[in-house]
């Protein structure tokens, strides 16, 4: 079992910057890819950015891709989620899942989650 807590979502204007933070404790937190969700009010949830167990593989959606960073620190037990250039459109509740199938980006690969912060951007 992995315990996932999500934190750092707040209120930001267009273009500013938030860092998420998702802590981990239970089982070995390094064994797992982690993922970053997020799902907007009335939408799918959906993928955001993804890590692998080392931190050396990691992986973005194309709407994110040059804006958001996403990093581990293993001997800390979490994952950050730098989020910079922030827009409306990236106002949801972001979610962190611990992939339990190895490297798949699907919600259904991963088997434990958090409970996930809220981000809100203005314009």
């Known amino acids: 079992q992995v315990q996932l807590v999500e934190s750092g979502g707040g209120l930001v204007q267009a273009g500013g910057s938030l860092r998420l933070s998702c802590a981990a404790s239970?089982?070995?937190?390094?064994?797992?890819?982690i993922g970053w969700f997020r799902q907007a009010p009335g939408k799918e949830r959906e993928f955001v950015s993804r890590?692998?167990?080392?931190?050396?593989?990691?992986h973005y959606a194309d709407s994110v891709k040059g804006r958001f960073t996403i990093s581990r620190d293993n001997a800390k037990n979490t994952v950050y989620l730098q989020m910079n250039s922030l827009k409306p459109e990236d106002t949801a509740v972001y979610y962190c899942?611990?992939?339990?199938?190895?490297?798949?980006?699907?919600?259904?690969?991963?088997?434990?989650w958090g409970q996930g912060t809220q981000v809100t951007v203005s314009s």
């Open positions: 239970g089982r070995t937190f390094s064994n797992y890819a």
């Open positions: 899942a611990a992939n339990t199938r190895g490297w798949g980006q699907l919600p259904a690969d991963f088997g434990y």
């Open positions: 890590i692998n167990w080392s931190g050396r593989s990691t």
